[in-house]
């Protein structure tokens, strides 16, 4: 997706402790951060978004992430550690609908996810003081997004993909806010405001490397540097919030950086960045941890069964929200309809999904013989590693083809018998054609699909034949 | 008032919201079928075996009141409003309305100094009372007929280290002690905590759906189990030493500091603590625990 459509036009890392929102007057770094949040209020209101979508480091949970979705949450907040510094009363006001979308795409992609809107409930003094200092006159809806205890880089990187989907899905374009900290490690004792600073050397020059990279808008070198950069300066909540930043913004160094103020909390590092997509990189990705799609976690620890006959006899009067089912592995696509993704088909190798919906048509992707999981070829490869050929059975490998393209229809939603046309790619029409002929009849003699049937130099696996299909979509 | 305070119980009184819930008081809105009985039913016989003996205040030492900047004390003389668990929020949206002695509280604190503690009174009339204040006192003492104290858990020196964090909570207990003794209380401590502490992160469709309930790992069972036969066999001191190791191995939640302040304030039993249940709470494991300073008197005595 290039950047000038993906749908979070800005990023911001912002501070979620109280002092700049209710005691800038104590400390000369606290009213900078005060004066910082100003100038990115002002950067807000210049943008054209739909929303402000935050994750909170101070939201933590436990089932899952949880995403407010009380239209209008109001209460008085009194911090539990800095309570001397005042009180907090808010009244946001959040997207719903957004929240309920945020939670479908979070389900879709393996996740545990739920809404919440409970009257009282406790919003965190990240959120509150990020959403009073940038948006104090909510003139935008938000919606806020809980860090999970429990959850791993990939959980949160699914997390923010998640949030992505669901912003093409509803259409929507919004300015994504991490509150955070860099470094977190307090002054254990009362301190003079006024001479705050940061709590240990090691973790200035930590902070200072860290957001000297984010600020040339290498924002997915930071999130790949989250890990050692938090074993080293005891990094906020393992700096969980950029991961869900870099990923809800497309993974990438695109963005012009901006670092607004960098100052010390009580012996934390605070920093205000900017982040706006950008044509050029700033520079190529210098790391390569592992990317993921799909949250494939533990979060399956009670058993399947059973729950759901229980489920029935509950009362339907339940208002919550409880994301416990397995979702379609669907998801909207930016384009246009829905990408189908499956693991019970062989990975794509490639970047493209298995099959796309499109209205009432399904498109997918060619089709080979190869296992899921193992990649294991039946009937074997058609050349070794070093490229000299090899006998095959073609007839396995189309049996393996076919069973590949049910699987993928079924995960959509549709069946074999749906196929409307279907174009075959042997390697070898002389040798093959036949065979592979006499097993299609088998599976597709009373589908009447039409056909074409080509022969190709070679195929990207060592396969001799693979299927291009169009179904009706159900 | 002042002096012949004591402690007449000390008590290990989780604080999981779903207690509460399954309890089913007026005070909370959301509204259960059933569950966890063993665990309600071992603070039935908490309550039981405290209606025995007279007490004027309940001080709780709290995990879910989160500090770094020392140990805070609630200073406000009573406080109303309405407590939402924001981890289970469909479970705990718990009206409350509580008295504080806060002069208590204040000789807590100034005791507290005295050993060299930086500590801190909560004086802001707005603040939201934690739920795990409110969950071990309502299992404790349903009726809320006498005053609490409710201290913060430091975080910032058990973050550091497991052993750092044990000599804060051992000064902690210290200073609590005197100041219960100072100003001639006698009062009910309360170590709100769990012991094992990996949850489950997902929940049952039904919260209360026993069948899905279940210690999250053996480890943490043989460590819970370790831990309570210690408790069984009045070795406080024993289970000093191990804390730590119990702390980072099974992920306990004694690492808020809770036992460590009880079994300080309580002069490390050498009597056995009467365990009225164990059971487990989304995974996490749980137990119901009255030592009774009497006893060792008693014991003295014979």
């Not at chain 1, 005060?34 to 436990?62: H, K, N, P």
């Not at chain 1, 992430?65 to 959040?94: K, S």
């Not at chain 1, 809800?248 to 012009?256: D, T």
């Not at chain 2, 929020?89 to 718990?94: D, K, Q, V």
């Amino acid at each position: 997706m290039s950047s000038s459509n993906h749908p979070v036009v800005k990023g911001l890392v912002v501070p979620g402790k109280p002092h700049p929102l209710l005691a800038p007057e104590k400390s000369p770094a606290w009213a900078s951060l005060r004066q910082g949040f100003e100038s990115l209020r002002q950067e807000i209101e210049s943008c054209d978004a739909d929303l402000l979508l935050l994750y909170s480091t101070q939201w933590i949970s436990v089932i899952g992430h949880q995403i407010q979705a009380d239209p209008e949450p109001e209460w008085v907040l009194v911090d539990q550690e800095w309570h001397q510094l005042g009180t907090m009363p808010y009244r946001f006001r959040m997207d719903a609908d957004f929240a309920e979308a945020y939670r479908q795409s979070a389900a879709q992609r393996g996740l545990h996810a739920r809404t919440v809107a409970y009257r009282g409930f406790p919003i965190d003094t990240g959120t509150v003081v990020a959403l009073q200092c940038l948006n104090p006159d909510n003139r935008l809806p938000a919606c806020v997004v809980s860090c999970n205890m429990y959850a791993d880089r990939a959980e949160t990187l699914v997390l923010g993909k998640a949030a992505a989907d669901a912003l093409q899905a509803c259409g929507k374009k919004a300015i994504a806010v991490a509150v955070t900290s860099f470094s977190n490690r307090y002054h254990m004792e009362p301190i003079d405001p006024a001479e705050d600073r940061i709590s240990s050397l090691k973790d200035d020059e930590w902070n200072r490397k860290y957001l000297d990279i984010l600020s040339q808008g290498r924002l997915e070198d930071v999130s790949q540097l989250a890990r050692e950069f938090s074993r080293q300066a005891n990094g906020d909540q393992k700096m969980k919030a950029i991961w869900w930043l870099a990923a809800l913004m497309g993974q990438h160094n695109r963005y012009e950086g901006k670092l607004v103020d960098y100052q010390p909390i009580w012996g934390t590092g605070a920093a205000l960045v900017s982040l706006t997509p950008a044509v050029k990189a700033a520079g190529t990705l210098e790391y390569d941890e592992d990317d993921t799609e799909f949250y494939h976690g533990d979060r399956h620890v009670l058993a399947s069964s059973g729950s759901s006959a229980a489920a029935t006899l509950r009362s339907a009067e339940s208002t919550e929200t409880v994301a416990t089912e397995a979702a379609p592995p669907t998801q909207p696509n930016p384009a246009g309809g829905q990408t189908v993704r499956t693991e019970a088909a062989p990975k794509p190798v490639g970047a493209y999904p298995h099959a796309r919906k499109v209205g009432d048509l399904l498109f997918l992707s060619g089709v080979g013989p190869r296992q899921a999981g193992t990649d294991a070829i039946p009937g074997g490869p058609v050349r070794d590693e070093e490229g000299r050929p090899l006998d095959y059975d073609v007839a396995a490998q189309t049996r393996a083809v076919i069973d590949n393209v049910r699987t993928i229809l079924e995960a959509a939603g549709s069946s074999l018998d749906k196929v409307l046309d279907v174009t075959v790619f042997l390697i070898d029409m002389d040798r093959d054609f036949e065979t592979f002929n006499q097993v299609y009849r088998e599976a597709f003699q009373d589908v009447g699909a039409t056909r074409t049937t080509l022969a190709i130099r070679a195929l990207p696996t060592p396969i001799a034949v693979e299927f291009k299909v169009l179904a009706s979509a159900g | 008032m002042t002096g012949q305070g004591k402690i007449v119980a000390g008590a290990l009184a989780p604080h999981p919201p779903h207690l509460v819930y399954a309890e089913n008081p007026p005070q909370n809105e959301a509204k259960a079928e059933c569950g966890w009985e063993e665990l309600r039913w071992g603070y039935e016989r908490l309550r039981n075996s405290l209606a025995e003996r007279e007490f004027d205040v309940l001080i709780v030492h709290s995990p879910h009141w989160k500090t770094v900047i020392g140990h805070h004390l609630l200073g406000v003389p009573s406080f109303e409003g309405l407590s939402v668990d924001p981890v289970f929020p469909n479970l705990f949206r718990f009206h409350y309305d509580l008295k504080v002695d806060v002069e208590l509280s204040e000789a807590i604190h100034d005791e507290g100094r005295a050993e060299g503690l930086t500590m801190n009174m909560m004086k802001n009339p707005d603040f939201r009372v934690d739920y795990g204040t409110i969950t071990s006192c309502h299992l404790t003492h349903p009726q809320w007929d006498v005053p609490i104290v409710s201290i913060s858990a430091n975080q910032g020196f058990f973050y550091y280290s497991n052993d750092v964090g044990q000599e804060q909570m051992l000064a902690l207990g210290r200073a609590t002690k005197k100041a219960v003794e100072a100003t001639g209380r006698k009062a009910v401590l309360l170590a709100s905590c769990s012991l094992s502490h990996r949850h489950f992160t997902e929940e049952p469709v039904i919260p209360e759906d026993m069948s899905q309930e279940y210690v999250q790992h053996h480890g943490q069972y043989l460590w819970d189990m370790r831990v309570l036969d210690l408790i069984r066999r009045g070795q406080t001191r024993q289970l000093w030493d191990e804390l730590p190791d119990f702390i980072e191995q099974a992920i306990s939640e004694c690492k808020d500091g809770s036992l460590s302040w009880l079994l300080s304030a309580l002069d490390f039993p050498d009597y056995p603590g009467q365990v009225h249940a164990y059971g487990t709470v989304i995974g996490t494991g749980n137990a119901v625990v009255e030592w009774n300073p009497a006893q060792r008197l008693k014991e003295k005595q014979a």
